[in-house]
């Protein structure tokens, strides 16, 4: 308010927690007698009412209202024309797409129109509208409409992911139930398994009620963030026990008394867990907007995917540097040691085994840098990437010759009691 008690010497800004207006004060209280006063408002809810479909355009767009709606009015001023055009900055409160049209816009009778209002500055965190009046306005994006979803990929990919879960769950069982020779550590791919199950479940669930949690921002936000730690744990996981396997080559021993490997395993699950969590909570920090996408997964906006993408590669570049080293150590003590055959032979199997998971889990991840406009490539990142618990449990049970004598002496139980009743 500018009167005969209060001067300004600068025209004010007016704030709200989403938004902020410049207007000359000054210059309308000189055509008022000295006096005059601005309301400032803004309406969080408003949306709802003043929907963005009310904004009338000729094309075919998906509109999507991108500020809160605010309203500026001069109150008990009798010359209400304006000497300045009103700048408004508004903050975005939903993600910005750079393909994107933005509008400034304001609320005439029934309608969004843009009459006598324009863009001055656009970044991905907030606009900056110009207005020749004062009204109610808003920010309004305009987007292409994404193409129809096809009905058999998400088939593809609803059985696919399916088949997977059972097939990681299949693997659990077994590495927990089944007797395995002595010295073998499945404390790694138990967890890989868990971590990995959690989340392709989590993501099944997110994807088959993606319209109830998608308007949540704050849940799709936490879906996200949960994704990221669950996936991310399960490379952290995938790099330890490319380590184990190191320790186990360079030693050719995996004698240890109990107590110890419980402290061992005890230590691992720390690590496995606790890496995956700083990662995600380093992100929050730094980002806290980074996470929900119209997929409720990671914002491309900013290289925030890189929080991700990033930690994945530097894992998959050490698990290659760490299987160089235990092929070169392999050798040297082929050479030199003279142990026992089936020792040996044993250490060779799980180095393969070892690598052709890290190829199998990291891979998909690189080819879904390429997936953009192919539908080819689309299909098979989602079969290979589905597919991992069952690559887990043909590798590591199906072709392990103990597992498959276990697998026979317990049907060959169930046939018998069958037989009996």
């Given at each position: ?16 927690k ?6 000359d004060l ?44 605010i ?146 921002q ?40 109990k107590?110890?490997?419980v ?42 995917i ?53 190829v ?32 887990i ?29």
């Amino acid at each position: 308010m500018v009167g005969p008690q209060v001067t300004l010497d600068k025209i004010p800004q007016l704030d709200t927690k989403n938004s902020s207006v410049d207007i000359d004060l000054i210059g309308i209280a000189k055509n008022n007698i000295g006096s005059a006063a601005v309301a400032f408002m803004s309406f969080n809810t408003m949306e709802n009412l003043l929907k963005p479909d009310f904004f009338n355009t000729s094309n075919n767009m998906t509109k999507t209202m991108m500020s809160t709606v605010i309203s500026a009015t001069l109150p008990k001023t009798t010359n209400t024309k304006l000497t300045k055009p009103v700048n408004f900055t508004f903050r975005h409160i939903r993600e910005f797409d750079p393909s994107g049209s933005l509008s400034c816009v304001y609320w005439n009778i029934s309608e969004w129109i843009v009459d006598g209002c324009s863009v001055l500055k656009i970044n991905s965190s907030y606009t900056v509208c110009s207005c020749v009046h004062l009204s109610t306005f808003a920010l309004i994006m305009q987007t292409s409409r994404p193409p129809e979803s096809d009905p058999l990929l998400e088939l593809l990919n609803l059985v696919c992911v399916i088949v997977g879960l059972v097939f990681f769950t299949l693997a659990l069982l077994t590495f927990a139930l089944c007797q395995w020779s002595p010295g073998v550590n499945n404390v790694a791919r138990i967890n890989i398994c868990i971590s990995l199950l959690l989340a392709h479940l989590l993501f099944l669930l997110t994807q088959r009620f993606l319209s109830l949690i998608q308007p949540q921002q704050v849940l799709c936000g936490v879906i996200a963030g949960l994704l990221h730690f669950l996936f991310l744990s399960g490379f952290v996981w995938m790099f330890i026990e490319a380590v184990l396997l190191f320790i186990c080559v360079k030693n050719l021993s995996q004698i240890s008394s109990k107590k110890r490997e419980v402290l061992r395993n005890g230590f691992l699950c720390v690590i496995g867990y606790v890496v995956s969590l700083v990662v995600v909570c380093v992100s929050v920090g730094l980002v806290p907007e980074g996470y929900g996408n119209e997929h409720c997964w990671i914002k491309l906006e900013k290289g925030f995917i890189w929080s991700f993408l990033g930690p994945v590669c530097v894992i998959l570049a050490l698990n290659i540097i760490i299987f160089v080293k235990i092929i070169i150590t392999l050798n040297s003590t082929l050479k030199n040691l003279n142990a026992e055959i089936s020792q040996m032979k044993q250490t060779n199997i799980m180095v393969f085994k070892t690598l052709a998971q890290c190829v199998v889990l990291g891979c998909p991840w690189i080819l879904g840098f390429f997936t953009n406009g192919s539908k080819v490539l689309e299909i098979l990142f989602l079969i290979l990437n589905s597919q991992q618990g069952t690559f887990i449990f043909l590798i590591y049970c199906v072709l392990n010759h103990e597992v498959r004598q276990q697998y026979r002496k317990f049907f060959r139980c169930l046939y018998c009691e069958h037989k009996k009743h």
